[in-house]
């Protein structure tokens, strides 16, 4: 007999909102399957307003506000048992971020935990990821965000390793990465590839799989650096506008998407990686299965 529940996660990040709902299927005798039943996203980019003033809008707090009130309205219609709401770096650093999430808990009753960025990096490592990797070989795990990129060592299929940079695509696209935190990245990068014969690089976040879904790969298989590096200067032959209606890019991804692959080409000239696995998780995932395990709180519909 199957046993299926709705499990919830919101993600709030830097560039966008997203509501991912999950089917969880459990059969006796059998494992328990993850089974993503629907993603919504919403491009409110909170990073814009906390990277320079410091502080979310009234408009992005409003949005804010107002998208909350939909995701759970949508929880309830999908009979959502569990969910988890949690706020990353741009709500982490603005002065209002606490005043807005207990805005959001008034007009919602949605509690957001704001994370520090370890605790991310802890979550996503989280995800299923042993289905998509080689027990035999060492990863470099990059999650790409609007405001910060978390960083996992696996070897042996363990998490070794982990660290969360400031250096984000909403802050590179406003000159806000100095080169200090580069050669930081560069230096933490290199000691850790230094200390394993040989390293692959898995990436996630919503460019690189737009990155992936174009190049029309099989799932499972890499991209390489020489396609990443082709893709990269082709992009940047064309403007901001070329690249929504000749790329087909939607306008909130084609700005952000340059200064990703160049987050993720780093990191893979850094670590000597010359492939890339694109398995389409990200902190969504993790947070639906942290739930599932209870190795993170959860509320309840």
């Known amino acids: 007999m199957l046993l299926i529940q709705k499990y919830a996660a919101i993600d709030i990040g830097s560039n966008a909102v997203r509501l991912l709902i999950m ?34 809008s009234e408009e992005n707090t409003q949005r804010i506000t107002d998208t909350m009130l939909a995701f ?8 959502v048992v569990k969910y988890k709401a949690c706020a990353t770096s741009a709500m982490r650093e603005a002065i209002n971020g606490k005043e807005v999430a207990k805005l959001v808990y008034k007009n919602s009753k949605i509690r957001i935990d704001i994370i520090e960025g370890e605790e991310e990096a802890a979550i996503i490592a989280a ?11 060492t990863y470099l795990y990059v999650d790409v965000g609007g405001g910060s990129t978390e960083f996992t060592v696996i070897h042996e299929g363990k998490s070794v390793a982990s660290r969360s ?6 802050r590179l696209l406003n000159d806000m990465v100095k080169k200090d935190a580069w050669l930081e990245l560069e230096l933490w990068i290199k000691s850790q590839a230094n200390l394993y014969d040989k390293i692959e690089v898995i990436g996630s976040g919503g460019n ?9 790969k099989a ?3 890499p991209l390489t650096y020489f396609y990443l590096t082709s893709y990269y200067n082709i992009l940047q032959s064309y403007s901001y506008d070329e690249r929504i209606t000749i790329l087909d890019l ?10 990703a692959m160049r987050i993720y080409l780093s ?25 599932y395990y209870d190795t993170v709180s959860s509320n309840t519909q």
């Open 219 to 221: 799932m499972g298989k």
């Open 267 to 291: 990191s893979m000239k850094w670590s000597g990686a010359k492939h890339i696995y694109v398995p389409k998780i990200g902190l969504a995932d993790g947070i639906i299965k942290s739930i």
């Open 72 to 79: 759970k309205l949508l929880m309830k219609s999908h009979k």
């Open 208 to 216: 690189i799989n737009k990155i992936f879904k174009v190049s029309g």
């Open 23 to 56: 089917n969880v299927i459990e059969e006796a005798g059998k494992p328990v399957l993850f089974k993503k039943n629907s993603l919504v996203r919403v491009p409110i980019r909170l990073g814009s307003d906390v990277f320079i003033s410091q502080k979310i």
């Open 127 to 137: 995800t299923d990821l042993h289905t998509y990797i080689d027990n035999d070989k």
């Open 165 to 170: 940079f400031q250096i984000g695509t909403v």
């Open 250 to 259: 939607n306008q909130d991804r084609a700005d952000v998407i340059i200064p």
